[in-house]
C-alpha cells in the first residue's frame, strides 16, 4: 500500500474544485434556527438488508421507530427512498417497503436519491455498505463499496446543485486515500458527514468517560479478533476515549502489528518499553469483561492465565500505535480464530497521568434486537435534522487509516510503518456522546 | 489447596502484581461456611460458590476472594456435582450436615460467615406452585449452632428468604434478637443498569411498573426485588404492603384499560428491552408494543399473561407483568410527582459468566468482612412475602387479598448500590 503523500489538514483548501453554489443547502442544513417546513427525507443506501445486517438495524429504527429514553421514539423524519445492491432469499426490504409505503425502492443510487426526478430529492443519506458478497484483498480486507457509492452520491449533488449530509456506517472505506477523498469532498462541497462504529455510542459498564483533558499516558483495547471488520469496533471504541485527553487528538505516527512469536513476545514483555504493553492495562479490560470465555471446565466465571490465553487464542495479534503526541495505545486481539477465545466483549483501559487506570466495558446488547445502534440512529437524527454531524467524522477517518495501516504492517511481516498521513489534528466534542439516558 | 503459585503466576503478564484490593492483609482471613442444595454447573451453589474460590470482577480489577472457604454442606450430590472436586482443589471440607460444616467438625461455631444457597435441586412444590426449598431449616440450624456457642456471624440468604411469610418473618426475627447481620435476595437488585439509574433518594414515587417473564415464584421474584430496590427509595421510606393480587390472561389487559397499571409506564419499560418476541425475534425489527395492540398475541402458546397488582401502606400502586413470549429481561419504570419517570433495565449479563454473581457476592463477602449488611434484609422479607401472597390470591381465584400482616417498614440506604 502506498500511503498518499498529501497531509491532511483540519480545514483544508478542497482537493476538488467545486462551485461556490453548490455549498447551498437546504435552509434546514444551515444551523437549524429555521424550523424545517416538512419533515426531512432520507435516502437509504443499503449493500443489502436482511436480518441482522447494518442496513437492517439502522433503516429499521426509522421506519419502525425504536426505544430511546423511556418512549417508543418515531425520529422526525422519513426515510423514503431506498437502494439495495444485494437482495437474496433473505432480502427484508421488499416486506419492508410493503408496510411502509412512503418508502419506494430505487433500482440506482442516482435515482433514489432523486426519488425517480431528475435533481437530489432527499435531505440526508444513509450509507450502509457493510455484509453481502464482496471480493476481499490479499490484506484479508473486504471490499465494501462504501467509496463507490459516496462517489455516486456526490455526482448526484454536482449534478444537482444542491447537497445532503450523509451517514457512513462503520469504516469510510477500506482504503485510505478513498477515505480521505471521502472527507475532503465533504468539506469542499460544504455537507455534514459523519461515519463510525456503534461502539463508541452504545452503553458502558461502568457508565463513564475519560475525564476531558486528562494525560493519558497508554491506552489498551481488548477483543475477539477479526482482521479488519473487528479491528475499527476496539480501535474506534479505545479512540472515542483517548481523543478526549490533554492537548486534542494530534493523529498517529507509527504502527506495528504483532502476530505468532512476535505477539507471545510483546505478551510476556510486560510494558510498552520493553516492547509489549502495561499488564495492568490488559488486566483491567479483562476483569471489565462480561463474557470471558471460561478457561477451566466447570467454571463459568474464571480470569484466564498467560497459559490460558495461550491456549485459548494462538493466532492473537496486536497492532501497537504511537500517537503524535507521544500517547502510545495497542489493539490486542485475542483472536478466536479456530480456538475457544479468550473474551467475547470489546473492552477498553488507559493509564493515566496520575497512575490511575481508566476502564470500561463497551456493551453490545445481542439480543432479538441490537440496540446498540439505536444511540447511533439518535444521532444520525442530528445530523440530518442540523446538517452537523455531533461528533467529528475526522475520527473515523483517523480509524479508518489506522485499520488499514495496522493491516498493512501485518502484509509487510509485521514492519513497523511511519504513518505521517494519519498527524492530523481533529478536536472532540466535550459532551459525552455514549448512551447514558 | 489453592494452587498459590499458579496464581502467582497469573500474575505477570497481565499485571495482577501489586495492588488488588485486601489481597494481602495484616488481619487474618475470615472463613466461611457454604451451605447449598447444590454444586452444580451454573446453579447458583456453583456461580456463586465459585466466587469464593476463584473471585471476581470488581472496580476494574479481579479481585481475589477476601475470605477463604473453611467448609460447605451440600443436600444433594448427584452425578454432576462438583463440590468434591472443589473442596479438593481449594482445600476445603463437605461436612455431612450444617451444624458440623459451621463448626468445622470441631466442637463450636468455627467461621466467620455463612453463605446459604438454597436453589435448584429437587423438592417437592406445594400446591401453590412453590419449591419447598428448605432455605428457612438451613437457617435454622445454623441459629441454633449460633445459640449453642453463644456466638453468631453474618448470614447471606440467596433469593426468597423462605416460600412462606411466616418462616421469613421469623428469621428476619432470629437475626435481630441474636444481633447478627443477615443479607438475602436476588441479584438483580444489585446488577447492571441500562442506564444507570434510580429513584431519587426521598423522591414522592406515583406509581410504579416491572415487566418480565418467567413464573411467579421462581422469576416474578427477581423482578419485583428489582422494581423493591427502587421503590423503597421514596419519600417517608417504606412502610409495607396492604394487599396483593394477582391477575392473569384477559384479566391483566382489561386492568391496563382501567389504568390499574400504566400504558404510559408499560411502554418506559420495554422501551428499555433488548429482547422483545413476536417479529422482533423474527426479523430483529424494534416495536411500539403499547400501541400496536400485538401485546396479547405475543404471549406464548400454553402461557398467560400475568401481574401481582401490590398496594403499599402508603398508598402506592405498583404491578409487576409476567408477559412470556413478550420480552426476555427484566425492566422498571416509575413516576414521580414532577410527571417525571425513571425507566431502567435490569441488565443481566449472559451465561455462561452470569457476572451478576459477582456483584452480589461482592457485597456478601463486604458484609462477612465489615460485620454490617449493606441493605436492609427487609427488603427480601417484604418480596418473598408479596410473591407468597400472589399465589395465595391465585389460589383464592384471583382475589385481592389484604395483608395487614405485611406492615414492614425499614429505610433503605442513601446510596444506590447496584453495579457501576
Given at each position: 500500500m502506498h500511503f498518499t503523500r498529501r497531509q491532511f489538514l483540519a480545514g483544508s483548501a478542497a482537493a476538488l474544485a467545486v462551485p461556490p453554489a453548490l455549498l447551498r443547502g437546504p435552509a434546514l442544513l444551515r444551523g437549524g434556527e429555521t424550523a424545517p417546513q416538512r419533515r426531512p427525507r432520507i435516502a437509504a443506501l443499503a449493500s443489502t438488508y436482511h436480518k441482522y445486517a447494518h442496513a437492517q438495524h439502522i433503516v429499521d429504527r426509522f421506519l419502525e421507530g425504536y426505544g430511546w429514553e423511556g418512549r417508543h421514539r418515531r425520529p422526525e423524519m422519513d426515510v423514503v427512498a431506498l437502494y439495495v445492491e444485494q437482495a437474496g432469499p433473505d432480502d427484508l426490504s421488499r416486506?419492508?417497503?410493503?408496510?411502509?409505503?412512503?418508502?419506494?425502492?430505487?433500482?440506482?443510487?442516482?435515482?433514489?436519491?432523486?426519488q425517480g426526478g431528475s435533481a437530489l430529492d432527499v435531505d440526508g443519506v444513509l450509507l450502509i455498505a457493510e455484509q453481502g458478497s464482496y471480493p476481499s484483498n490479499d490484506k484479508g480486507q473486504t471490499l465494501y463499496p462504501r467509496y463507490e457509492y459516496f462517489r455516486q452520491i456526490v455526482d448526484v449533488y454536482r449534478s444537482s446543485g444542491r447537497v445532503a449530509p450523509v451517514f457512513v456506517d462503520k469504516h469510510l472505506s477500506w482504503n485510505w486515500d478513498y477515505a480521505l477523498e471521502m472527507v475532503e469532498t465533504s468539506r469542499a462541497m460544504g455537507f455534514g458527514l459523519m461515519a463510525g462504529s456503534s461502539l463508541p455510542v452504545t452503553w458502558r459498564h461502568p457508565s463513564r468517560d475519560l475525564p476531558w483533558q486528562a494525560d493519558v499516558r497508554e491506552a489498551v483495547g481488548v477483543w475477539r479478533?477479526?482482521?479488519?471488520?473487528?479491528?475499527?469496533?476496539?480501535?474506534?471504541?479505545?479512540?472515542?476515549?483517548?481523543?478526549?485527553?490533554?492537548?486534542?487528538?494530534?493523529?498517529?505516527?507509527?504502527?506495528?502489528?504483532?502476530?505468532?512469536?512476535?505477539?507471545?513476545?510483546?505478551f510476556d514483555a510486560g510494558s510498552w518499553d520493553a516492547g509489549g504493553w502495561d499488564g495492568d492495562l490488559l488486566h483491567a479490560t479483562l476483569a471489565r469483561s462480561h463474557e470471558l470465555v471460561p478457561s477451566r471446565p466447570t467454571f463459568n466465571h474464571i480470569f484466564p492465565t498467560p497459559e490460558d490465553i495461550r491456549r485459548m487464542a494462538p493466532d492473537s495479534y496486536a497492532y501497537r500505535f504511537e500517537y503524535a503526541d507521544g500517547l502510545r495505545a495497542t489493539i490486542i486481539q485475542l483472536n478466536e480464530g479456530e480456538g475457544q477465545g479468550v473474551v467475547r466483549d470489546v473492552n477498553v483501559a488507559a493509564r493515566l497521568g496520575d497512575g490511575e487506570v481508566f476502564s470500561v466495558l463497551c456493551h453490545l446488547p445481542y439480543r432479538s434486537l441490537r440496540n446498540f445502534f439505536s444511540p447511533q440512529v439518535r444521532h444520525i437524527e442530528t445530523l440530518i435534522a442540523t446538517g452537523t454531524a455531533p461528533y467529528p467524522v475526522e475520527r473515523t477517518l483517523l480509524t479508518t487509516g489506522m485499520t488499514a495501516a495496522g493491516l498493512e504492517s501485518l502484509a509487510q511481516q509485521q514492519r513497523k510503518l511511519a504513518t505521517p498521513h494519519l498527524t492530523f489534528t481533529y478536536q472532540p466534542v466535550q459532551q459525552s456522546m455514549f448512551w447514558r439516558s | 489447596m489453592v494452587d498459590r503459585r499458579a496464581f502467582l503466576g497469573a500474575l505477570g503478564a497481565l499485571g495482577l502484581t501489586g495492588g488488588s484490593a485486601g489481597a494481602d492483609s495484616a488481619a487474618p482471613r475470615k472463613k466461611i461456611a457454604l451451605v447449598t442444595t447444590l454444586w452444580e454447573y451454573l446453579s447458583h451453589g456453583q456461580h456463586m460458590g465459585d466466587r469464593f474460590l476463584v473471585g471476581f470482577p470488581l472496580n476494574g480489577r479481579w479481585q481475589r476472594p477476601r475470605v477463604d472457604v473453611a467448609s460447605a454442606f451440600v443436600a444433594q450430590r448427584r452425578d454432576n456435582d462438583l463440590s468434591g472436586q472443589r473442596a479438593e482443589e481449594f482445600g476445603f471440607t463437605i461436612y455431612p450436615t450444617i451444624t458440623e460444616a459451621l463448626r468445622c467438625g470441631g466442637e463450636r461455631l468455627a467461621v466467620d460467615g455463612v453463605v446459604i444457597i438454597g436453589e435448584h435441586g429437587d423438592f417437592p412444590m406445594n400446591e401453590k406452585g412453590q419449591v419447598l426449598y428448605p432455605r428457612f431449616e438451613y437457617f435454622q440450624e445454623a441459629v441454633q449452632v449460633f445459640e449453642q456457642d453463644g456466638r453468631a456471624v453474618p448470614v447471606f440468604n440467596?433469593?426468597?428468604?423462605?416460600?412462606?411469610?411466616?418462616?421469613?418473618?421469623?428469621?428476619?426475627?432470629?437475626?435481630?434478637?441474636?444481633?447478627?447481620?443477615?443479607?438475602?435476595?436476588?441479584?438483580?437488585?444489585?446488577?447492571?443498569?441500562?442506564?444507570?439509574?434510580?429513584?431519587?433518594?426521598?423522591?414522592?414515587?406515583?406509581?410504579?411498573?416491572?415487566?418480565?417473564?418467567?413464573?411467579?415464584?421462581?422469576?416474578?421474584?427477581?423482578?419485583?426485588?428489582?422494581?423493591?430496590?427502587?421503590?423503597?427509595?421514596?419519600?417517608?421510606?417504606?412502610?409495607?404492603?396492604?394487599?396483593?393480587?394477582?391477575?392473569?390472561?384477559?384479566?391483566?389487559?382489561?386492568?391496563?384499560?382501567?389504568?390499574?397499571?400504566?400504558?404510559?409506564?408499560?411502554?418506559?419499560a420495554l422501551s428499555r428491552s433488548d429482547s422483545l418476541g413476536g417479529d422482533s425475534v423474527l426479523d430483529s425489527r424494534p416495536q411500539d408494543l403499547v400501541r400496536s395492540g400485538k401485546l396479547p398475541s405475543l404471549i406464548g402458546e400454553g402461557d398467560t399473561a400475568r401481574a401481582v397488582m401490590i398496594e403499599y401502606n402508603d398508598g402506592l400502586r405498583a404491578a409487576v407483568l409476567m408477559l412470556d413470549g413478550v420480552l426476555g429481561d427484566f425492566n422498571a419504570a416509575v413516576r414521580l410527582a414532577d410527571d417525571e419517570i425513571v425507566s431502567t433495565q435490569f441488565y443481566a449479563p449472559p451465561e455462561p459468566n452470569v457476572a451478576y454473581s459477582g456483584l452480589l457476592m461482592a457485597h456478601v463477602e463486604q458484609m462477612i468482612v465489615s460485620g454490617k449488611a449493606p441493605y436492609p434484609v427487609e427488603r427480601t422479607q417484604l418480596t418473598s412475602s408479596v410473591i407468597e401472597r400472589a399465589l395465595d390470591s391465585q389460589q383464592a381465584g384471583y382475589q385481592r387479598l389484604e395483608t395487614p400482616e405485611f406492615a414492614i417498614a425499614y429505610q433503605a440506604p442513601r446510596e444506590s448500590l447496584f453495579g457501576n
Amino acid at each position: 500500500m502506498h500511503f498518499t503523500r498529501r497531509q491532511f489538514l483540519a480545514g483544508s483548501a478542497a482537493a476538488l474544485a467545486v462551485p461556490p453554489a453548490l455549498l447551498r443547502g437546504p435552509a434546514l442544513l444551515r444551523g437549524g434556527e429555521t424550523a424545517p417546513q416538512r419533515r426531512p427525507r432520507i435516502a437509504a443506501l443499503a449493500s443489502t438488508y436482511h436480518k441482522y445486517a447494518h442496513a437492517q438495524h439502522i433503516v429499521d429504527r426509522f421506519l419502525e421507530g425504536y426505544g430511546w429514553e423511556g418512549r417508543h421514539r418515531r425520529p422526525e423524519m422519513d426515510v423514503v427512498a431506498l437502494y439495495v445492491e444485494q437482495a437474496g432469499p433473505d432480502d427484508l426490504s421488499r416486506e419492508r417497503a410493503g408496510r411502509h409505503p412512503q418508502m419506494k425502492i430505487y433500482p440506482t443510487i442516482a435515482e433514489a436519491l432523486c426519488q425517480g426526478g431528475s435533481a437530489l430529492d432527499v435531505d440526508g443519506v444513509l450509507l450502509i455498505a457493510e455484509q453481502g458478497s464482496y471480493p476481499s484483498n490479499d490484506k484479508g480486507q473486504t471490499l465494501y463499496p462504501r467509496y463507490e457509492y459516496f462517489r455516486q452520491i456526490v455526482d448526484v449533488y454536482r449534478s444537482s446543485g444542491r447537497v445532503a449530509p450523509v451517514f457512513v456506517d462503520k469504516h469510510l472505506s477500506w482504503n485510505w486515500d478513498y477515505a480521505l477523498e471521502m472527507v475532503e469532498t465533504s468539506r469542499a462541497m460544504g455537507f455534514g458527514l459523519m461515519a463510525g462504529s456503534s461502539l463508541p455510542v452504545t452503553w458502558r459498564h461502568p457508565s463513564r468517560d475519560l475525564p476531558w483533558q486528562a494525560d493519558v499516558r497508554e491506552a489498551v483495547g481488548v477483543w475477539r479478533g477479526g482482521p479488519d471488520g473487528g479491528d475499527i469496533h476496539v480501535i474506534e471504541a479505545l479512540q472515542a476515549i483517548v481523543e478526549r485527553r490533554r492537548g486534542g487528538e494530534r493523529g498517529v505516527r507509527a504502527v506495528q502489528a504483532l502476530r505468532g512469536e512476535a505477539f507471545w513476545q510483546a505478551f510476556d514483555a510486560g510494558s510498552w518499553d520493553a516492547g509489549g504493553w502495561d499488564g495492568d492495562l490488559l488486566h483491567a479490560t479483562l476483569a471489565r469483561s462480561h463474557e470471558l470465555v471460561p478457561s477451566r471446565p466447570t467454571f463459568n466465571h474464571i480470569f484466564p492465565t498467560p497459559e490460558d490465553i495461550r491456549r485459548m487464542a494462538p493466532d492473537s495479534y496486536a497492532y501497537r500505535f504511537e500517537y503524535a503526541d507521544g500517547l502510545r495505545a495497542t489493539i490486542i486481539q485475542l483472536n478466536e480464530g479456530e480456538g475457544q477465545g479468550v473474551v467475547r466483549d470489546v473492552n477498553v483501559a488507559a493509564r493515566l497521568g496520575d497512575g490511575e487506570v481508566f476502564s470500561v466495558l463497551c456493551h453490545l446488547p445481542y439480543r432479538s434486537l441490537r440496540n446498540f445502534f439505536s444511540p447511533q440512529v439518535r444521532h444520525i437524527e442530528t445530523l440530518i435534522a442540523t446538517g452537523t454531524a455531533p461528533y467529528p467524522v475526522e475520527r473515523t477517518l483517523l480509524t479508518t487509516g489506522m485499520t488499514a495501516a495496522g493491516l498493512e504492517s501485518l502484509a509487510q511481516q509485521q514492519r513497523k510503518l511511519a504513518t505521517p498521513h494519519l498527524t492530523f489534528t481533529y478536536q472532540p466534542v466535550q459532551q459525552s456522546m455514549f448512551w447514558r439516558s | 489447596m489453592v494452587d498459590r503459585r499458579a496464581f502467582l503466576g497469573a500474575l505477570g503478564a497481565l499485571g495482577l502484581t501489586g495492588g488488588s484490593a485486601g489481597a494481602d492483609s495484616a488481619a487474618p482471613r475470615k472463613k466461611i461456611a457454604l451451605v447449598t442444595t447444590l454444586w452444580e454447573y451454573l446453579s447458583h451453589g456453583q456461580h456463586m460458590g465459585d466466587r469464593f474460590l476463584v473471585g471476581f470482577p470488581l472496580n476494574g480489577r479481579w479481585q481475589r476472594p477476601r475470605v477463604d472457604v473453611a467448609s460447605a454442606f451440600v443436600a444433594q450430590r448427584r452425578d454432576n456435582d462438583l463440590s468434591g472436586q472443589r473442596a479438593e482443589e481449594f482445600g476445603f471440607t463437605i461436612y455431612p450436615t450444617i451444624t458440623e460444616a459451621l463448626r468445622c467438625g470441631g466442637e463450636r461455631l468455627a467461621v466467620d460467615g455463612v453463605v446459604i444457597i438454597g436453589e435448584h435441586g429437587d423438592f417437592p412444590m406445594n400446591e401453590k406452585g412453590q419449591v419447598l426449598y428448605p432455605r428457612f431449616e438451613y437457617f435454622q440450624e445454623a441459629v441454633q449452632v449460633f445459640e449453642q456457642d453463644g456466638r453468631a456471624v453474618p448470614v447471606f440468604n440467596d433469593k426468597h428468604l423462605s416460600y412462606s411469610w411466616q418462616k421469613a418473618a421469623k428469621m428476619v426475627q432470629d437475626a435481630r434478637r441474636l444481633g447478627f447481620p443477615f443479607l438475602a435476595g436476588s441479584s438483580v437488585p444489585v446488577t447492571y443498569r441500562n442506564p444507570p439509574v434510580d429513584v431519587p433518594y426521598g423522591a414522592e414515587v406515583v406509581e410504579a411498573l416491572a415487566v418480565g417473564m418467567g413464573g411467579v415464584d421462581h422469576t416474578a421474584f427477581h423482578v419485583y426485588e428489582g422494581l423493591q430496590s427502587m421503590l423503597e427509595r421514596r419519600r417517608g421510606g417504606e412502610t409495607g404492603v396492604r394487599a396483593v393480587q394477582l391477575l392473569e390472561g384477559d384479566a391483566v389487559w382489561k386492568a391496563g384499560e382501567e389504568g390499574r397499571w400504566s400504558h404510559r409506564l408499560l411502554e418506559a419499560a420495554l422501551s428499555r428491552s433488548d429482547s422483545l418476541g413476536g417479529d422482533s425475534v423474527l426479523d430483529s425489527r424494534p416495536q411500539d408494543l403499547v400501541r400496536s395492540g400485538k401485546l396479547p398475541s405475543l404471549i406464548g402458546e400454553g402461557d398467560t399473561a400475568r401481574a401481582v397488582m401490590i398496594e403499599y401502606n402508603d398508598g402506592l400502586r405498583a404491578a409487576v407483568l409476567m408477559l412470556d413470549g413478550v420480552l426476555g429481561d427484566f425492566n422498571a419504570a416509575v413516576r414521580l410527582a414532577d410527571d417525571e419517570i425513571v425507566s431502567t433495565q435490569f441488565y443481566a449479563p449472559p451465561e455462561p459468566n452470569v457476572a451478576y454473581s459477582g456483584l452480589l457476592m461482592a457485597h456478601v463477602e463486604q458484609m462477612i468482612v465489615s460485620g454490617k449488611a449493606p441493605y436492609p434484609v427487609e427488603r427480601t422479607q417484604l418480596t418473598s412475602s408479596v410473591i407468597e401472597r400472589a399465589l395465595d390470591s391465585q389460589q383464592a381465584g384471583y382475589q385481592r387479598l389484604e395483608t395487614p400482616e405485611f406492615a414492614i417498614a425499614y429505610q433503605a440506604p442513601r446510596e444506590s448500590l447496584f453495579g457501576n
